[in-house]
């Protein structure tokens, strides 16, 4: 009996050193946590690469960043307990890193082999694994649709930046034909001059007249006039306009006047922006 | 996907929320975690020029999680509505759920918040790329439900 005891003592003895030798065996083989410093710029971590090694920020700031094409797409910046690769160690058939990350002042990690997680890992309960899983499907959906939006973006400004910038127009200005009155402002004649206004917008307007016009009062830049006129809406309006360019027009016999307002009463201005105002 | 029965094992109560009933409001606080038993969500986001709907959830599909594991994080990061008809959704023991998630080690847990800290911040970048894209490119409008399998580039 007491044999049998010492027996099964011994037996026991062997199997814990037998599993005490397997435990340690098993850690042997695990790389021990490494401690790494990297410099101000210096890369951690590179798109694509084969890397299985996951990486704790101690101190510093990192960046996490994608590449597509020849730009850098900022994903976030990790500070101290941020961990990087944790997306390859979950998702095995991620083999490539799915980031790149850059120290963005001097920093220091903390570098694990994912073996001394992994057994962890497949033992951890079952709904946090799930959880964790789910978690890593919607991140990498998530980081899918900002690449994507994002050079949809880039193509756009970039699209916008090739394109000719269109003529700048400070005002709205419509094309019409209205028969007029004018006189000049420092003439006491009462003389009515016909004319025929062709664009008009809220700071000017163009006018067409009669070469012979321009006999009876100065036409010159400068000139100003007081016309009358209706709009097609039926609003009557008047205004003190002056001349800034005087073209010969296609027309023999005729002149173009290009002016700007210089008194535009309230009324009228209201009148006019009615009748400007894109249909 | 249809619901596990590992994780029904966690379900300690059944809640049934009728069309566009609101389950969680962005911005409130709250805990509880869910999965959805039987029908769908969609999960919607607040920016500077509306809404944006980020996903649909269905059947299997767990939510709330992040204010439970994540911790500092207090109040929910965005909202889930039910959508296409009523969802019965089962309400998981949170009890249960930090207990078992007090069982990994430091390591593990730094890497699940770091992954569920990650997820919080990409998508906030996409809700600003969202917002971008509909004002420059106009590929999307901000109530459309974004891709689920978007090309990979």
């Given at each position: 009996m007491f044999c049998i005891l010492i027996a099964l003592y011994i037996i026991s003895k062997d199997r814990k050193e037998q599993q005490t030798m397997n435990t340690m065996n098993d850690k042997e083989k695990i790389p021990p946590v490494k401690f790494l410093h990297y410099k101000k710029g210096d890369l951690i971590v590179k798109q694509g690469d084969y890397g299985i090694s996951i990486y704790k920020v101690i101190k510093g700031k990192v960046q996490i960043f994608n590449e597509s094409g020849d730009k850098e797409i900022d994903i976030n910046t990790l500070g101290p307990g941020g961990v990087i690769g944790e997306m390859n160690f979950l998702d095995r058939a991620l083999e490539a890193r799915f980031s790149s990350a850059r120290a963005l002042e001097d920093s220091e990690l903390e570098a694990w082999h994912p073996a001394g997680l992994a057994d962890e890992y497949e033992q951890m309960p079952y709904i946090i694994r799930h959880i964790a899983n789910q978690t890593l499907k919607r991140l990498i959906r998530m980081n899918n649709l900002t690449a994507q939006l994002t050079d949809q973006v880039e193509e756009a400004k970039k699209a916008a930046q090739e394109e000719p910038a269109p003529a700048r127009r400070n005002f709205y200005r419509k094309g019409v034909i209205l028969d007029c009155v004018y006189r000049p402002v420092?003439?006491?004649?009462k003389a009515r001059l016909e004319g025929l206004i062709k664009d008009i917008s809220l700071s000017g307007m163009g006018l067409d007249i009669r070469t012979k016009n321009a006999l009876k009062f100065s036409h010159k830049p400068g000139a100003k006039f007081h016309i009358e006129t209706v709009l097609p809406n039926g609003k009557k309006i008047d205004f003190t306009a002056k001349i800034i360019s005087v073209i010969d027009d296609r027309t023999p016999g005729k002149l173009f006047l290009g002016m700007v307002f210089d008194e535009l009463a309230d009324g009228a201005r209201k009148s006019l922006g009615f009748f400007l105002m894109p249909t | 996907m249809t619901i596990d029965g590992l994780v029904y094992g966690y379900v300690a109560n059944e809640e049934t929320y009728p069309d566009k009933a609101v389950i969680i409001e962005e911005g409130s606080k709250g805990d509880w975690v869910y999965v959805i038993l039987k029908g769908s969500a969609k999960v919607r986001k607040r920016t500077r020029k509306g809404v944006v709907t980020l996903d649909t959830l269905s059947e299997g599909d767990i939510f709330g999680e992040m204010v439970l594991l994540e911790?500092?994080?207090?109040?929910?990061s965005a909202s889930v509505v039910a959508a296409d008809g009523p969802v019965r959704l089962g309400v998981l023991d949170s009890e249960r759920l930090v207990k078992d998630y007090g069982t990994l080690s430091s390591q593990l847990r730094a890497l699940m918040r770091s992954l569920i800290r990650r997820l919080k911040e990409t998508t906030d970048s996409v809700c600003n790329a969202v917002v971008e894209n509909a004002e420059r490119v106009h590929s999307l409008k901000l109530d459309q439900v974004l891709p689920s399998e978007p090309d990979k580039t």
């Open positions: 420092d003439s006491p004649s | 911790t500092g994080q207090e109040l929910r």
